[in-house]
């Protein structure tokens, strides 16, 4: 029961199928990476996952511990456990990071409940220092002139305020330094744990480096054409993807 489970998923985007029949299951505690050349629909997937209205579900089935996530609504799927890390919100200017996580999760509590100052103070401490960021970073806008590491540390404190079961990690090609892989690791590794299933999406087997995943899964053409554990990762940065092409033969001939 507790995994997210992708079964046989289909989507299209603009008429034109996208993923083609993807299988995958998540379980909570491990950390499973997906890897794949650009324009797999790595993306694609993630954005499905989180309700993107642009994304149609043609066949398959999502469950996330037992409940159908396909007839969820986005901010539905979020309040049961699935976080998408590129849902920070564009800029926001003037509500700082600590007004605009308090709202996030006075927004989850049920009709007059309050969220606790103090509590919530404590709680984003807590996290903060869980993850090394400096009590400063929260009084910033929210995305407001960020650099691509700020916004790394503002996506990855979300989550741990969240604390979900399972976050979907789109660590997209672009604009991704040094830097910003070494927040996103560290902010992965130390919310690392039993209660936490992570699917992290990544183009570089270098953030691999950082993040040791239990499972790696190469994307080609919509599907999953093979899977493995870390060293799947080192084989894939050493022998690039041709090699997984001809070895799932039946893909090259669409
Ligand atoms: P990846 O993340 O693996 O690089 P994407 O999921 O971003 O792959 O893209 C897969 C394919 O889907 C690409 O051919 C891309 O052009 C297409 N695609 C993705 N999103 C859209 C969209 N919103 N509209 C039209 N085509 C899209
Ligand atoms: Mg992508």
Redesign the pocket.
């Known amino acids: 029961m507790n995994s997210l489970i992708i079964k046989d998923l289909h989507v299209s ?2 008429e ?1 199928e ?2 083609r029949g993807l299988d995958l299951e998540v379980e909570r505690g491990k950390v499973h990476a997906i890897m ?12 499905v996952l989180g309700g993107h209205p ?2 149609r579900v043609t066949s398959g089935e999502v469950w996330m511990d037992g409940v159908n996530l396909l007839e969820l609504e986005p901010d539905e799927r979020s309040r049961k456990g699935l976080f998408l890390a590129f849902q920070y919100p564009s800029e926001v200017p003037g509500v700082s990071i600590a007004n605009f996580l308090r709202a996030a999760l006075q927004a989850r509590l049920g009709e007059g409940e309050e969220l606790e100052a103090t509590d919530y103070y404590a709680k984003l401490y807590e996290k903060m220092a869980l993850l090394e960021m400096d009590r400063s970073f929260t009084a910033r806008s929210v995305n407001e002139n960020f650099s691509g590491g700020e916004k790394k540390r503002n996506e990855i404190l979300q989550m741990a305020m969240l604390e979900p079961s399972y976050g979907i990690l ?1 660590e ?2 672009s604009g991704l330094d040094i830097d910003a892989l070494k927040i996103v690791a560290n902010g992965v590794n130390s919310l690392r744990g039993p209660e936490l299933g992570i699917l992290l ?1 990544t ?1 570089y087997q270098r953030l691999l480096n950082f993040i040791v995943p239990d499972y790696v899964h190469v ?1 080609m053409q ?1 599907r999953i054409v093979l899977s493995g554990g870390k060293e799947l990762a080192f084989e894939l940065e050493e022998k690039g993807y041709d090699w997984v092409k001809e070895e799932a033969g039946e893909l090259a001939a669409v």
Do not use: E, F, Q
Request: a neutral charge; proline letters at 4%.
């Open positions: 985007v603009a034109r996208i993923v794949g050349p650009n324009g797999s629909g790595k993306s694609t997937l993630a954005k642009d994304y789109d997209t090609d999406i183009h994307m919509g």
